[in-house]
């Protein structure tokens, strides 16, 4: 099968999350698709494959598959309209999330994805000892999200993973604080899934979004991932739904033999 990897949320290479992009015929086995992901032992590969007027999606950790994944669908959609529907500005993938659109606008991909507002909950027993400060806040939905202080703050994060993997609730744990430059800022660390820190993580935004528009009273945000990669999205609060815009670019083409 073609394989790519793609650095999503770049506009350069080496930056942004690198995404892998598996192009099929038809589906494979999903233990087929995990090893491959385990395999690459990149923070998410992809699968992608024609039905019908479709393409289906699927996401994979090298621990696990996961609903939702913003970085490889950017990438996912980077490679249908440069390699395999070229030309292609209107991209429809059925996943585990739904049909999720994605619009190429220039050399922006913009993704449309649910929005997962989180609630309000009381501060988690040790989440100060397991990222080294002390929070402002905790919500959670999909992910348990850490309010903290400021920016330099989030910067500051240390986690103690082996704690952090043992939390009861959240798949991932973001930390995030409003932003300097930028609107809002964050991390993701996604140890129970094989990934210590994610560089940009498009699917948690499903939820810092509506977060941040309520706090801000803006529909419209530029947020940073303050990853040691760094990567920029730019955000929409769109009602029940969000749109998370990003640029790509390609690092490698290549085959698997499996």
Known sequence: MKYFVVDAFAEKVFGGNPAGVCVLEK???PELMQSIAKENNLSETAFVYPEEDHYCLRWFTPADEIDLCGHAT???????SNFVEKDAKIMHFHTK???LTVERKG?????????????????????????????VET????????????????????????????LDMGLCVVVTAKGEK??????????????????????THSTLIPFWAERLQKQNMVARQLSQRGGVLYCENAGERVKVSGKAVLYMVGELEV
């Open 27 to 29: 589906a494979i086995a």
């Open 182 to 203: 930028e609107d809002f800022v964050s991390r993701c660390f996604a140890p129970k899934l094989g990934v210590n820190e994610d560089p940009v993580t498009g699917s």
């Open 97 to 99: 999330s739904g049909v």
């Open 107 to 135: 050399d922006l991909f913009e993704m449309d994805f649910p929005s997962r507002m989180p609630e309000k909950i009381d501060a988690v027993e040790n989440v100060a000892d397991i990222i080294g400060i002390k929070p």
């Open 74 to 80: 950017l990438g996912t959609a980077y490679v249908i």
């Open 139 to 166: 919500h959670l939905s999909r992910d348990l999200i850490v309010v903290l202080e400021s920016e330099k703050d989030v910067k500051n994060v240390q986690p103690d993973f082996a704690k952090m993997e043992q």
